[in-house]
């Protein structure tokens, strides 16, 4: 655990995007060769790290690597100089998840069943996230593994306590893209055209009157275009308008609800105008659905180690530990950073001496689990 502020400055400094990870690879899998684990590659990127104490199943830990591309402005010593940033605190991850596999090393003998550590690509990508990837190689069948953990540090959390709660906790997602397609003409004959812009325009208008009127107050989703674009010159007949968003729920029958909706009022705007709309919904990431028996082990725990656990909020952000969690039961929760900026802000850090209470958390689960 003493080594751990030192593995998050040096990740710190060599930040790549998603399936990128090629020097923080190198990094994790050169301290792992020093350890008295077995590891190997998943993929170009992943690692798995399998401390063997010849039990015939696993518990799981999985930290995210991948960074993302904004320029850091934090000026700290050990800033990002290549234009990539940890600003959503994987560096955290990585460095918490190694001082966990030097726990086991020195100590992994105390433990009765094997440990798999799962230093995993690519979850800022939505939607492609290296979750599958890990999932679709068949390591969690592989190892016989049981229950999983993770961690995300999160801003706004009192700081030094991990908050968790049964159920969801982050959203189900995917991204949402409508491509219209109508006919050019001259805005002075727009009988002759098929105006995809004004379809377009329509569709939006329908969707937010039935955000509005429609669902429920207090209905927790997600139904968001954030850009749009159209048009060749202001005195034609608009041929090509798209737009892009965002759909997220916390119950997958609602999301399903939400995703039919944007289908049928693009049908509708189709048959009124003659346009033809092509609804794009990107792949899917679940909910976040945190294990309500194991949760209240969780809880104890991390209280029997003197960590204060809290009642977590949930967030419309989506996390692809989801896609463990279709296969085992497992648990996800946030590590409290306090007042700190937010994740994905180009100024983001915290205090690094709040990672010993990850570690010390993870040890807790060690000791209850295995």
Not at 40 to 45: I, L, N, P, S
Not at 104 to 121: D, E, H, V
Not at 239 to 249: K, P, T
Request: net charge negative.
């Amino acid at each position: 655990m003493e080594n751990v502020i030192r593995y998050r400055r040096e990740l710190h400094q060599i930040p790549e995007v998603g399936f990128c990870e090629v020097q923080t690879a190198a990094y994790i899998r050169e301290h792992l060769s020093k350890l008295s684990c077995s590891w190997e590659a998943v993929g170009d990127t992943g690692t798995i790290a399998f401390f063997n104490h010849g039990a015939g199943e696993a518990i799981a830990f999985r930290a995210d690597i991948d960074a993302l591309s904004i320029a850091e402005e934090t000026g700290l010593p050990f800033a990002s100089q290549n234009g990539c940033m940890h600003a959503c605190g994987h560096d955290a991850h990585m460095a918490m998840l190694l001082a966990l596999a030097d726990h086991l090393s020195a100590q992994g003998g105390t433990y009765r069943k094997n440990i798999l550590l799962i230093f995993q690509p690519a979850e800022e990508m939505v939607g492609t996230g290296g979750a599958k990837q890990i999932c679709d190689a068949g390591i969690l069948e592989r190892f016989r593994v049981t229950k999983i953990f993770g961690l995300h540090v999160w801003p706004q959390v009192k700081a030094g306590t991990i908050a968790v709660r049964p159920g969801p906790l982050m959203a189900q997602a995917a991204n949402l893209e409508l491509v219209v397609r109508g006919k050019s003409s001259h805005c002075a004959r727009p009988d002759l055209g098929i105006d995809a812009l004004a379809a377009l325009a329509d569709m939006i208008s329908e969707l937010n009157r039935y955000k509005r009127e429609d669902i429920p107050v207090g209905t927790e989703y997600l139904l968001h275009l954030g850009t749009i674009s159209g048009g060749d010159a202001g005195n034609i007949v608009c041929q090509n308008a798209r737009a892009e968003g965002n759909i997220r729920a916390f119950d997958p029958p609602l999301f399903d609800a939400l995703c039919q909706k944007v289908q049928d009022t693009a049908a509708e705007i189709d048959r009124r105008y003659g346009t033809m709309t092509e609804v794009r919904i990107g792949t899917v990431y679940p909910p976040v659905f945190n294990d309500a028996a194991l949760v209240e082990a969780y809880k104890t725990a991390l209280t029997d180690a003197g960590i204060e656990v809290l009642a977590a909020e949930k967030t419309m952000i989506s996390e692809d530990f989801s896609r463990y969690q279709q296969r085992v039961s497992g648990v996800f929760a946030f590590l409290g950073l306090g007042d700190v900026p937010a994740l994905h802000n180009n100024r983001f850090d915290f205090n690094e001496e709040l990672m010993r209470v990850g570690v010390r958390a993870f040890i807790a689960l060690l000791k209850q689990f295995a």
